[in-house]
């Protein structure tokens, strides 16, 4: 019997940098050696699909090949420009890549990119109490929050890939504390853990719109991913709108208003947000769900994808069955 299944791995990139000959060897990404030999292993037993051919399969125009993978690049970082692109055009594959708004019309640092680069350069165990000493200052009229023990039992738990203490800092700075403060806090740790302006860093991290031009000129695909890297699903409605409105209106000159696709921030997302995107004209959405999609039964709007640490060289998750990793 034919199988029915339109199985579609996604692999997910975040930084893609020569790690030993970077400013910060300690940030969680791809080592480019790492990246070219997924990239043999890709060429050697999947099919890359372009994005193109994702919406054209999930809107029952065509089928996917057999082993159909697609690159997608979270968050705009000029790393996945200087390192990925080149071996993409050498491997002719195509990428997609989802930008935040700001970073390119604003040049400032998203907050979660402050958090990576704090927890890159500080002791991970100093941080985490120098992060609940604040907390426990700025508690009181202004800043309403639980307890930091209670806050610590609930969040301080191993990651996926990292321990207790990144995590708890990780969950309070993006999205548990009130925005403002976390604002507040992720300022003050970064000027007392980094040695260089947040203003300077952004440009030194982020893709210019000239860099993101060149990527489509070059056959990439582009896509929405917030304007403010926000966790949309726990924004109130108005806010939600908003946050997508600007990033539609900064990301026109690259996406098909009609036809655009949406890439949650932290994989966050609800029922709001869905029936917004799509009277937008959203047509597929990307989580962080971990398992293999599969575009006969996933709605085209909450496919799941793999990391690139579930491939080789770094493991052989992507073979399983089912749910890989739920998010606690
Ligand atoms: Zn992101």
Same mark, same amino acid.
């Given at each position: 019997?034919?199988?029915?299944r339109?199985?579609?791995?996604i692999?997910?990139?975040?930084?893609?940098?020569?790690?030993?000959?970077?400013?910060?060897?300690? /940030? &969680?990404?791809?080592?480019?050696?790492?990246?070219?030999?997924?990239?043999?292993?890709?060429?050697?037993?999947?099919?890359?699909?372009?994005?193109?051919?994702?919406?054209?399969?999930?809107?029952?125009?065509?089928?996917?090949?057999?082993?159909?993978?697609?690159?997608?690049?979270?968050?705009?970082?000029?790393?996945?420009y200087?390192?990925?692109?080149?071996?993409?055009? #050498?491997?002719?594959?195509?990428?997609?890549?989802? $930008?935040?708004?700001k970073?390119?019309?604003?040049?400032?640092?998203?907050?979660?990119?402050?958090?990576?680069?704090?927890?890159?350069?500080?002791?991970?165990?100093?941080?985490?109490?120098?992060?609940?000493? &604040?907390?426990?200052?700025?508690?009181?009229?202004?800043?309403?929050?639980?307890?930091?023990? %209670?806050?610590?039992?609930?969040?301080?738990?191993?990651?996926?890939?990292?321990?207790? %203490?990144?995590?708890?800092?990780?969950?309070?700075?993006?999205?548990?504390?009130?925005?403002?403060?976390?604002?507040? /806090?992720?300022?003050?740790?970064? %000027?007392?853990?980094?040695?260089?302006?947040?203003?300077?860093?952004?440009? #030194?991290?982020y893709?210019?719109?000239?860099?993101?031009?060149?990527?489509?000129?070059?056959?990439?695909? $582009?896509?929405?991913?917030?304007?403010?890297?926000?966790?949309?699903?726990?924004?109130?409605?108005?806010?939600?709108?908003?946050?997508?409105?600007?990033?539609?209106?900064?990301?026109?000159?690259? $996406?098909?208003?009609?036809r655009?696709?949406?890439?949650?921030?932290?994989?966050?997302?609800?029922?709001?947000?869905?029936?917004?995107?799509r009277?937008?004209?959203?047509?597929?959405?990307?989580?962080? %769900?971990?398992?293999?999609?599969?575009?006969?039964?996933?709605?085209?709007?909450?496919?799941?994808?793999?990391?690139?640490?579930?491939?080789?060289?770094?493991?052989?998750?992507? &073979?399983?069955?089912?749910?890989?990793?739920?998010?606690?």
């Amino acid at each position: 019997m034919e199988d029915s299944r339109q199985k579609l791995y996604i692999s997910m990139y975040h930084y893609t940098r020569d790690l030993k000959h970077s400013r910060y060897p300690g /940030i &969680k990404g791809l080592d480019i050696p790492l990246f070219r030999q997924q990239l043999d292993f890709f060429r050697d037993n999947f099919n890359v699909v372009t994005m193109e051919q994702v919406i054209d399969s999930a809107e029952g125009r065509s089928r996917l090949p057999d082993n159909a993978l697609l690159l997608t690049f979270d968050d705009g970082y000029a790393d996945n420009y200087t390192y990925a692109l080149p071996l993409l055009e #050498e491997y002719g594959f195509q990428g997609s890549f989802f $930008i935040p708004g700001k970073t390119f019309a604003e040049h400032r640092l998203l907050d979660v990119n402050k958090i990576h680069y704090i927890l890159a350069a500080a002791d991970h165990k100093k941080l985490a109490a120098d992060l609940k000493e &604040k907390m426990d200052r700025y508690r009181g009229a202004e800043y309403d929050f639980p307890p930091t023990d %209670e806050l610590w039992a609930q969040y301080g738990i191993d990651g996926r890939f990292e321990g207790a %203490e990144p995590t708890f800092v990780k969950r309070m700075l993006q999205t548990v504390l009130p925005e403002r403060l976390r604002n507040i /806090i992720s300022s003050e740790l970064f %000027e007392k853990y980094m040695g260089v302006s947040e203003e300077v860093l952004a440009y #030194e991290l982020y893709m210019t719109e000239d860099m993101i031009r060149t990527l489509r000129r070059h056959g990439m695909f $582009i896509g929405l991913h917030g304007y403010d890297h926000y966790w949309l699903g726990n924004l109130p409605e108005d806010k939600m709108r908003e946050d997508i409105e600007k990033a539609l209106s900064v990301m026109d000159e690259f $996406i098909d208003r009609d036809r655009w696709v949406m890439n949650y921030p932290y994989g966050s997302y609800n029922d709001g947000v869905l029936s917004f995107i799509r009277q937008k004209g959203a047509c597929i959405g990307l989580t962080t %769900e971990v398992r293999v999609a599969d575009l006969a039964a996933d709605k085209p709007l909450e496919l799941p994808r793999l990391d690139c640490n579930d491939f080789p060289p770094k493991s052989e998750n992507y &073979k399983k069955d089912g749910v890989i990793y739920e998010k606690k």
